[in-house]
């Protein structure tokens, strides 16, 4: 996935679920950590093909993303209370990344158990219309969950 729909994808998600701008702000810039991490592909052939081997592993490995929430969840206990939202916005950023890696379960594979062994489904290819297409119904879904009434939209499909 692009990462403006890895971006605007975990914004509507987390945006729904949290109602909050400054959290949702923090899973935005945490929705391309796990990218950001691997550094940019490097141009040259050999070395390219290196960077590529060591794509989504240990960068998009959900192990380390949730100790992380776990160690930033103790440190919250830890901060005196004018900084105490800081671990918030970090467990956050972490949330946005950990659905970077759900997002990218669905268009690639990447590590569940082993950071060596990946598993996805792949629904649509990265950049393709597919993938717009996505990001598009997971916003009217989010905006239904936000705005809609789940009775009207299951009479209207005579469920
Ligand atoms: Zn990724």
Same mark, same amino acid.
């Given at each position: 996935? /692009? !990462? +403006? $729909?890895?971006? #605007? %994808?975990?914004? *509507? #998600? %987390?945006?729904?679920?949290?109602?909050?701008?400054?959290i949702t702000a923090s899973?935005? %810039?945490?929705a391309v950590l =796990?990218?950001? %991490?691997?550094g940019s592909p490097p141009k040259e052939n /050999?070395?390219? !093909?290196? !960077?590529? /081997?060591?794509h989504r592993t240990w960068s998009h490995y959900p192990p380390i993303y949730f100790a992380l929430i776990i160690a930033a969840q103790f440190a /919250? $206990?830890? &901060?005196?209370? =004018?900084?105490? @939202?800081? =671990?918030t916005l970090i467990t956050y950023a972490l949330i946005g990344a950990l659905l970077h890696i759900a997002e990218d379960g669905i268009c690639g594979k990447v590590p569940i158990l082993f950071p060596s062994k990946k598993y996805g489904i792949k629904l649509f290819k990265v950049g393709s219309r597919s993938e717009y297409f *996505?990001? &598009? @119904? +997971? +916003?009217? +879904?989010?905006? *239904?969950?936000r705005f809609g009434d789940i009775n009207l939209l299951l009479n209207h499909l005579n469920i």
């Open positions: 996935m /692009k !990462w +403006i $729909n890895h971006q #605007i %994808v975990t914004g *509507f #998600i %987390v945006s729904t679920a949290t109602d909050d701008a400054l899973s935005i %810039v945490g =796990p990218d950001r %991490v691997e /050999k070395a390219y !093909w290196k !960077w590529r /081997k060591s /919250k $206990n830890l &901060v005196p209370s =004018p900084y105490s @939202l800081i =671990p *996505f990001a &598009v @119904l +997971i +916003i009217l +879904i989010c905006l *239904f969950i």
